[in-house]
């Protein structure tokens, strides 16, 4: 167990580690990587990849950076190859002043993964600066606004997606990272569809490239 200790002051610290597999992993000593770090304070959640860019995903949740550090140098130490990462926090948004406490425990301290959910799918985005649309340079009633319609498209998924945003200003290359849990690989692809439609995304939204595939144990993910 590490002895170092960096912790935010609010919510956790999140990381999404994609790694491609080969037949020199140590598929014990990765296995125990992530059973160690759920011995920890830490939540691993564990995803086989569909496509090119990466064989297997994991995503660390926890309250000590040093420990989600601890995470990832032991699964390279297995042999895994980390060919990409996302590094972000769990957080409120300002437009969620006001929420239901359990609501904020849900968005700072998410349990996971969901039960019944192993559809999965994580993509960073970010919103525009640009000259004629600059999210930063919108009164905050009128983000406020539109950030409220749309949460109202997201919500028509309740049951089956749940969604976790994260904030990754200052810490990586985007400003939030986006990950998705669903019952159908279909709900992914709808959910993401259907608020494309809101100005929020439709005129505002930049995104990064999309990580899907299937939630499981990682000995199932390593056979």
Sequence with gaps: MTSHDLRPAIGQGVLHLFFKANPAVDSAAAIAAVKAARGREDQVVTVAMLGHKADIAVMGVGPNLWSLRELQTDLVASGLELVDSYVSLTELSEYSKGIPEEMQNMRLYPQLPPEGKT????????????????????????????????????????????????????????????????????????????????????IYAEFGPFYTGMVAELDEVLS
């Design 119 to 202: 559809a999965w799918c994580f993509y960073p985005m970010s919103k525009k600066r640009e000259a004629e649309h600059n999210w930063f340079t919108v009164e905050y009633e009128e983000r406020k606004s539109l950030m409220y319609e749309h949460g109202t498209s997201g919500r028509k998924f309740a049951g089956r997606i749940v969604q976790l945003i994260t904030g990754s200003t200052g810490l990586d290359d985007y400003e939030w990272g986006v990950t998705l849990f669903g019952v159908h690989p279909d709900d992914l692809k709808e959910v993401v569809y259907t608020m494309r439609f809101d100005a929020a995304s439709a």
